[in-house]
């Protein structure tokens, strides 16, 4: 079963902008950030306070990021770790996986393409992290889902339900927050019930 955890993340990277960017998009996703953009007070803070994913830039300043994924992995090896790299060549992707980064990232970095190799890692250790904005949006996608499966338009279910149609696309789109009642009620009319809906979301 997915549980909702509280998740700490590490980013290594000497570039303060990419801290920041990066970090305001975590952020942004209810997620706690640490970044540092030199390794030896990230390891020293990883020992006191794991983390569970961590971002590192294979291109360090004063240190070869393969060497500081290795030494996180000593020192936290049940924490997920992404290499980042701008145009990364074959031999450093080969020495990142062989010190123990799980996926890669390009520089620079995209936040769907961030967003997406968290989540992988994060449904790896049986994690789901989301803020409220996150949530709607996965019920919604549900609720329109079994509408879709069931056949029926906004209009009928909307009818059948009380509500407008406008009210049943703005659930769909994840727009707006649903009571449990409401949830109920389009259940209902989807001829299925609220803990397939909500079944690990």
Same mark, same amino acid.
């Given at each position: ?59 360090? #300043?004063? *240190?070869?990021?393969?060497? +500081?994924? !290795?030494?996180?992995?000593?020192? @936290?090896?049940?924490?997920?770790? =992404?290499? $980042? ?64 499966? #069931?056949? *029926?338009?906004?209009?009928? +279910?909307? !009818?059948?339900?009380?509500?407008? @149609?406008?009210?049943?696309?703005? =659930?769909? $789109? ?28």
């Amino acid at each position: 079963m997915v549980r909702v955890l509280s998740v700490r993340v590490l980013l290594i990277d000497d570039d303060p902008d990419v801290c920041r960017r990066v970090g305001g998009w975590l952020r942004a996703d209810a997620l706690d950030v640490v970044t540092f953009p030199e390794p030896a007070a990230a390891l020293a803070h990883v020992a006191r306070a794991p983390c569970r994913v961590g971002l590192v830039d294979l291109r360090l #300043a004063d *240190r070869d990021g393969a060497e +500081v994924i !290795a030494e996180l992995r000593q020192v @936290a090896p049940e924490m997920r770790l =992404i290499a $980042l790299a701008a145009f990364p060549d074959v031999p450093q992707v080969v020495a990142a996986m062989r010190a123990g980064a799980v996926d890669l990232l390009e520089k620079p970095i995209r936040e769907p393409a961030l967003r997406e190799a968290l989540h992988r890692q994060l449904a790896v250790l049986g994690a789901a992290v989301r803020n409220e904005d996150e949530y709607n949006r996965r019920l919604g996608a549900r609720v329109r889902a079994a509408r879709v499966q #069931a056949q *029926r338009t906004l209009q009928q +279910v909307a !009818a059948q339900c009380g509500l407008t @149609a406008a009210q049943v696309s703005q =659930i769909e $789109l994840g727009k707006t927050a649903t009571s449990t009642w409401t949830l109920a009620r389009l259940c209902a009319a989807l001829d299925t019930t609220p803990d397939r809906i909500l079944a690990d979301l």
